[in-house]
């Protein structure tokens, strides 16, 4: 393309030759429909694939798409920076190749990046996915809400647009995995970006889901945990010294009131290790505010 498009929409993709084709002469339909005005580029990236589905992509014959290869399987999340670091446009669409993600609903998130740095499709109980992911967004959904301290409506939603250089700069940040979406939201609420959600309705997905629920599930909560001391150590250090104080300092009380003996050295080890935790978490906070200042600068 002679000029920057306004819009890079990137699709990681995995085995999806079942979907694919279809996926992608939908979107250009869409968007030659709905948005006409809008110049674009799609960059398709495919994750190491194993069943044709980098050959269904270039037999598309779409001008508008471009395709990127791993030689092996490395992740979503790695795809996704792939398709970041090669996108040209002033703004970054993510979406599925899956059709989990409607096009239609496009023009609705766009219409309000001139207000929000980064748009999130927000599925609604309208959605066709499985109880048991609705069970987890809900438990992931509570758990960042009071990590950012506002209201996460849809923390895993991969159908989101946001501006391109607040997506390069956060880039090395994003892990090569399927929590790229947790990753990115607890960024961009912690570097004081706007946030804004918009109501999805997702449709089932064409294909078997990639996603393992007790291996991905288990994986998705200590990579929260570890984003959760990353971005806001003193929401998770505050409630593990106290916890620790008050069960030190109950045992103890237990002991003298009930059981006519000293505290002894478990409650005051246990008491000790509150301040100790804390202490920990003041300097973690302090150490990210100091990162923080070096990278916005």
């Known amino acids: 393309m002679n000029e920057q498009p306004f819009l890079s929409i990137i699709m990681p993709m995995y085995n999806e030759a079942e979907a694919i084709a279809s996926v992608l002469a939908h979107l250009t339909a869409v968007l030659a429909r709905e948005l006409p005005q809008v110049t674009y580029e799609v960059l398709v990236v495919d994750d190491g694939s194993s069943d044709g589905s980098a050959e269904s992509v270039s037999g598309c014959g779409l001008t508008a798409v471009r395709l990127y290869q791993h030689p092996y399987n490395i992740g979503n999340g790695a795809a996704v920076k792939t398709g970041i670091r090669h996108a040209e446009g002033e703004y970054i669409l993510l979406m599925d190749a899956d059709g989990q993600h409607k096009p239609e609903d496009i023009p609705r998130l766009l219409e309000h990046?001139?207000?929000?740095?980064?748009?999130?499709?927000?599925?609604?109980?309208?959605?066709?996915?499985?109880?048991?992911?609705?069970?987890?967004?809900?438990?992931?959904?509570?758990?960042?809400?009071?990590v950012c301290g506002r209201k996460i409506e849809d923390l895993t939603s991969g159908f989101r647009v946001i501006r391109a250089d607040i997506a390069k700069s956060l880039v090395y940040m994003l892990p090569n995995t399927f929590s790229y979406p947790t990753t990115m939201t607890l960024a961009v609420v912690r570097?004081?970006?706007?946030?804004?959600?918009?109501?999805?309705?997702?449709?089932?997905?064409?294909?078997?889901?990639?996603?393992?629920?007790?291996?991905?599930?288990?994986?998705f909560f200590m990579i929260l945990f570890k984003i959760a001391t990353l971005f806001s150590p003193l929401k998770i250090f505050v409630p593990a010294s106290i916890f620790t104080f008050l069960l030190g300092f109950g045992y103890g009380l237990f002991k003298v009131i009930f059981l006519n003996t000293r505290y002894g050295p478990t409650s005051a080890l246990l008491m000790t290790m509150a301040g100790l935790i804390f202490l920990i978490g003041l300097v973690s906070e302090q150490i990210t505010y100091l990162r923080y200042d070096k990278t916005q600068s």
């Open 191 to 219: 570097s004081g970006y706007s946030l804004a959600y918009v109501p999805i309705v997702a449709p089932k997905r064409v294909g078997k889901s990639k996603i393992k629920l007790l291996r991905d599930g288990s994986r």
């Open 113 to 146: 990046i001139d207000r929000y740095d980064m748009v999130v499709g927000a599925r609604t109980g309208e959605s066709e996915t499985a109880v048991h992911r609705d069970i987890a967004n809900f438990i992931y959904n509570t758990f960042a809400s009071y």
